[in-house]
């Protein structure tokens, strides 16, 4: 019977060896049958982190409808399909296949960071652009054919260190360390500060484990301002931490923070400012336009989430426009060559529903910060 | 381990054969250029799954210690392994795929291993629920570490983009994982064969006379965790090869339930059961979640619980034995080869039938239960039977 | 000092679950992987009746009606038909409904967390917050002691306790005796999970969002203090949730804080490497 084994093995090693020598797939021409141009995207639809994942499908779903009803490009109709991830990198690159398989030729590319490099390590060998609403970590956007709608994590960490030293003297920070978003500003906001010499306060929190903050509200009583670079969920559980202890310190947040005027009530008197590209309440055309629109399907005000994934879809239509896509059954890399010759070409900018944007080869948007102050 | 007797029983050739066969299939599928890399992905998963519940099935089904925490062991493979193919890759060049796969994988079981042992240790105290809850507790130190280390990249998760081992047009990355279960399975069926095995489920079956019988119970204990953790390791390095970032959250106690939802599907103690199960589970997640895309995707964690509610109420439920019986797969092929179907007094030696458990996961019999009062022991039946109600 | 109370107050909450957890494994033998998703239907209940009535003592009513009902469901159509089977038969369909009601809270509510509304408070008192106590976390541990004392009481001294006694004791002897097992586990599914409507309210007291996996973390924790306090045995419940919730508060007010989970959990092992059936467990000789 020793001899079945050793057959066994010898099978599988045989096996092993022929197709090392590289079996030659007929992969190609997934996109010949499109008679819609296909946008794809992975993001959190269900699990904790599924109100992002939600948020831009529902803002890519508007603009998908604005789109298809002027026109689409050229005569021709978008379509766009966002599959589930549960924020979870292994999800996000089976769901990359199964949306290539099924003719995606550009994409949105995933919402969360981690799964967005699963994501970006999959469109760089396939040379599929993708223009991601909200992944914010740098290598997200480190190959050529990768572009982002969202602030990075170091501008904003910068930005906030600057602007609070120079502002206030006694500065305090709470973060997420079990969160790459949060983890990438903070990260960020503590070179800076070592940089300008200011010392400050700082405590973590693990957003999984538990989300009672008296502790880091209690540490951090007496600052003038206490930084936030989280969402806005665990921020609006912070503010009223803050009430029930009596620390009236100003909140400082970046564009997670976006939202909590839904989370937090009267009670709550902090100043709450954060960085953002996006106010619901803006008087701008586009942005009004955007939001009603949601709000008639959605019954809820767009976060900057929703206006980030309506920008996504919007700037690659733009730049697909641009580039003079007439092709419905064009395949992704000879797409993404197009797009990203015209996105980067001097002069081409999107106005959107998070402002007024330009891209460069790195893949980052130029845009300008705003600081909202939330009144109440 | 001595020497180990080498024959094939026809049920393990059964598992050998059913490993081959799908590897065969992927093989020609990748031949004939149908194989698309969303299903090599898929093979890639049920192989790595199939490692990690068979080696479960090790810990649970033969040694008899429920084990919530095996997931951990994968995350140290993934880690270690992930990082030590990443520094592989720099030193070796990009075209090295093959052997930086097979050394990091020994590198990732390895340590994976030593964290075996590490566990290993409190099962020689603790019984059932307990230990139970200290592998949970294990799993989720492992992962609370790994986050905060700077060098596997923290919050943020360890980049392994440079080890992706499938391209689009040769995803032969699941031709190494079913290798690897076939290793992983010829190595276990002839422990459990071996006297070692039988060790193993007699310590299982009754622990204080195992031990008055000689067996060395310290050193099988530990033996079987430091396998069952080797291997989930292998499984983390193949897991590092398939996505990029490595990140702790993946590695939670849900996902260790999963495996044990493999596990005790399959049945414990039957290594055929849990290839299926594995495979079972693996292609309904991908169909789940191919399927359900935008607002549907919110119904995959419903129709995931109602199909693993009613698969085990069906599978185990006490009133519907008989239905089972008239029904089954074991009946089915039984009047197809025209036998006597299975006869449970002609139980095979490993073949724990697992609806009557192992003494220690029997947890009543066992464990301090009473509100304040003092405990009598169960009766000798309850020992043996496991079955309540008498 | 406030880091202690801090820690008491959220080792009350992690006490009450614990207390479901200990009495359903006492009685009905099996690990309710499920109970920290009651917790959460509990916390839904008490913000849409809230919202609805936004009266605090009609959302308490409420939630512990839902619970309760809702806990006898889960064990008359998931664990009832698994009565005999393997317990990790019944550990898997716990988790199975553990998914299930995360489904469906996803599904009804959304997967946002969601504030629970200004009505959910407790009024000010002025002599305890004068010394850095917030309310919440006085009446919190006070009422976790008094479900505690009343507990005990009740499985001491009331029919149906010493009936789940006997039960949780010796099934068959209890059968023998004509205690109706499946009423006396039904029953304690019902008081479990009526104790996870407690526990969701002093939650939300807390921590004020309902989200669909918010039951899930405590849930484990809950669990880790239920076993070393010695599973089964109602002090120890109530000392394991007390103990982790006060060290968890340290750690995170230390330079140690991203252990935190790292430290929480090596401390259940190291209790049990000491004591193997923890703080309060009885000790067990083996038997052939």
Redesign the interface.
Known sequence: MKKTLSLVLVIAMSILALAGCGGEGSVDGYTANNTEYFIGGTGPLTGDASSYGISVQNGANIAIEEINAAGGLNGVNFKFDIKDDQAAADKASTAYDQLFEAGMQIAIGSVTSGSCEAFATKAASDSLFFMTPSASAEICIAEPNAFRVCFGDPDQGILAAQELTANYTNIGAIYDESDTYSAGIYEAFEAEMAALGVTYTVKTFNAENNKDFSTQVEALKDCDVIFLPIYYTEAGLIAKACVAKGCDAVLFGCDGLDGIAGQIDETVTNQIKYITPFDVNSTDETVANFVTAYEAKYGVKPDQFAADGYDAVMAIYEAMKAAGINDVTIAPDALCEAVVAAITAEGFTYTGATGTMSWDVSGAATKVPVIIELNK | MGKIN???KPKH?VN?SIV?VM??IG?VM??T??????IA??FT?IGYSIVLAVSLNFVVGFLGE?SLGHAGFMCVGAYIGGLSAVMLKQALGASAK?PVLIIAMLIGGLSAAVFGFIIGL?SL???G??LA??T???G??V???F??QKIFG????L?T?SL?YD??????LF??T??VV??ML?IIQNIVRSKHGRAITAIRD?E??AKAMGINVTFYKLFVFIVAAFFAGCAGVI?AH?????????F??NYS?EI??MV??GG?GSITGSIFSAMFITVVN?ML??Q????L??????I???I??VV??F??????KSFREKYSLAALFATLLNKKSSDPSKRKDDEAK????PTK????A????????D?????PE?LRG????? | MITLIDGLSLGSIYALIALGYTMVYGIAKMLNFAHGDIIMVGAYAIMVTLAATVSPIAAIIAAIVICTILGILVEKLAYKPLRGASPLAVLITAIGVSYFLQGLAQLVFGSQPKPVGSAWKLPAIKAINDIGITTSAAVTLICGIIIMVALTLFIKYTKTGSAMLAVSEDRGAAILMGVNVNKIISITFAIGSALAAFAGMFYLFQIPNTEPTLGAMPGITAFTAAVIGGIGSIPGAMVGGVLLGVIEKFCLASPLAPYTVAIKFSLLIVILLVKPTGLLGKVVREKV
Request: glycine residues 6%.
């Open positions: 080498i024959k094939i050739l050998y081959l590897l065969l093989v990748l031949y250029g149908n194989l698309r890399p969303s992905q898929l998963q429920l093959l409190p105290r603790l019984k629920d307990y809850i200290v949970l507790a294990f989720e130190i992962r609370n570490i986050m905060n923290g919050a943020r998760g980049t983009g992706t391209t689009r047009r040769a995803p032969t031709i190494v079913f290798i076939l290793i010829i009754n204080i006379a897991y398939t996505t990029t970032p490595v990140l702790y959250t993946f939670s106690y339930i044990l939802v005790v599907l414990m991908f979640q191919s359900l895309s935008g607002d995707a919110s119904l995959r964690n419903l995931y619980a109602v693993l509610i085990v109420i599978s185990n439920a006490p009133a519907l697992w609806d009557r458990v996961i029997k947890m009543d066992l464990l301090s239960t009473d509100l304040n009062v405990y009598t022991p169960a009766r309850d496991g079955k309540e109600g008498k």
